[in-house]
């Protein structure tokens, strides 16, 4: 089964890939964010842009906290995890 990746050159180093070809690699915050949002289920984004214009929050702010607590819970409850989770999550400033 393939999986979306997203990874440093030196996560990568030495491994027999390319980028954009098997993963996307990306060296700094701001095209790690960019690589990452690029792979996420329209839905989703979606969903997390709107969380990011109502909290006047920045998009890498919003992906960050989504991808410390995990995607698990949005494959199980959708929109509702979001709003659960970004409900209660303090986002850094």
């Known amino acids: ?5 997203v990874s440093t ?5 030495g ?9 996307l690699m990306a060296d700094d915050p ?14 989703l984004k979606k969903n997390m842009e ?3 214009a109502r909290e006047g929050r920045g998009m ?3 992906c960050e906290a989504f991808l ?5 819970g949005y494959k199980k409850e959708g929109p509702k995890f979001l709003r659960r ?3 209660r999550q303090k986002l850094t400033p």
């Open 1 to 5: 089964m393939a999986k979306a990746m």
């Open 9 to 13: 050159s030196i996560g990568a180093e």
């Open 85 to 87: 989770f970004f409900g």
């Open 60 to 62: 890498g702010q919003v």
């Open 15 to 23: 491994l027999p890939v390319k980028n954009g070809e098997h993963l």
């Open 50 to 52: 709107a969380i990011a």
């Open 68 to 72: 410390r607590a995990g995607s698990e």
């Open 30 to 43: 701001a095209s790690f964010t960019e690589s990452t949002l690029r792979l996420l289920p329209s839905d």
